[in-house]
């Protein structure tokens, strides 16, 4: 089975830098598109970046020019550098990965159980 495993999460002070890692292993045959959701207490998820297998990115509007979301094909890992943080950036971070894996013919989106990072003086 495909799993993919968030690290990096905890408590940074405003201003500061957290860096993000999200692995997937497993039967993975190619990962395509990788990125991250997160959800604030009382608030929908929400995109917040994303890269695809060619190295295009995406990024929300609240975070564009602070966070960097990167990717290591060959270990089938992404990562977000989280710099100049501010409280509404706390959330819980979910990586997700299309994924082809060995044993289905069809592209799915896998999910990470997420990290929490909270931003407090």
């Known amino acids: 089975q495909v799993q993919l495993v968030e690290s990096g999460g905890g408590l940074v002070q405003p201003g500061g830098s957290l860096r993000l890692s999200c692995a997937a292993s497993?039967?993975?045959?190619?990962?395509?598109?990788m990125g991250w959701y997160r959800q604030a207490p009382g608030k929908q998820r929400e995109l917040v970046a994303a890269?695809?297998?060619?190295?295009?990115?995406n990024y929300a509007d609240s975070v564009k020019g602070r966070f960097t979301i990167s990717r290591d094909n060959a270990k089938n890992m992404v990562y977000l550098q989280m710099n100049r943080v501010k409280p509404e950036d706390t959330a819980v971070y979910y990586c997700?990965?299309?994924?082809?894996?060995?044993?289905?013919?069809?592209?799915?989106?896998?999910w990470g159980q997420g990290t929490q990072v909270t931003v407090s003086s």
């Open positions: 997700h990965a299309d994924i082809l894996a060995f044993y289905t013919p069809q592209i799915a989106r896998y």
């Open positions: 497993g039967s993975i045959f190619s990962a395509n598109a």
């Open positions: 890269v695809t297998s060619g190295g295009s990115t």
